[in-house]
Nanobody, 122 residues
């Protein structure tokens, strides 16, 4: 029932930064785990980072140390700060429910939005 709208993507050079936003259609206080996912042409969608309702975070090894996930429950919004971007980060980025928390993977239960395109190229 919860829908998400992603924004903030764009074209950046390697080493650049972007801040993605995810606006939810209703309160996210009740969403236990939320995450950012990405998908490149011809590849499966993968989980990039996730965050629990209490703020506990989890990152894919490929982005750890470069990306920071956060959520503002009062504003029904989740964010992904992306630094030191590399060409391999090029993908459509999506936000949704689900992700890793306390060693367990929580499956996505909401529908997928349109995502936001991130292109890293010189």
């Amino acid at each position: 029932q919860v829908q998400f709208v992603e924004s903030g993507g764009g074209l950046v050079q390697p080493g650049g930064s972007l801040r993605l936003s995810c606006a939810a259609s209703k309160s996210i206080f009740t969403i236990y785990v939320m995450g950012w996912y990405r998908q490149s042409p011809g590849k499966q969608r993968e989980l990039v980072a996730s965050i629990s309702s209490a703020g506990s975070t989890n990152y894919a090894a490929s982005v750890k140390g470069r990306f920071t996930i956060s959520r503002d429950n009062a504003q029904n919004t989740m964010y992904l700060q992306m630094n030191s971007l590399q060409p391999e980060d090029t993908a459509v980025y999506y936000c949704n429910t689900g992700g890793y928390y306390s060693g367990r993977y929580y499956e996505t239960i909401s529908s997928w939005g349109q995502g936001t395109q991130v292109t890293v190229s010189s």
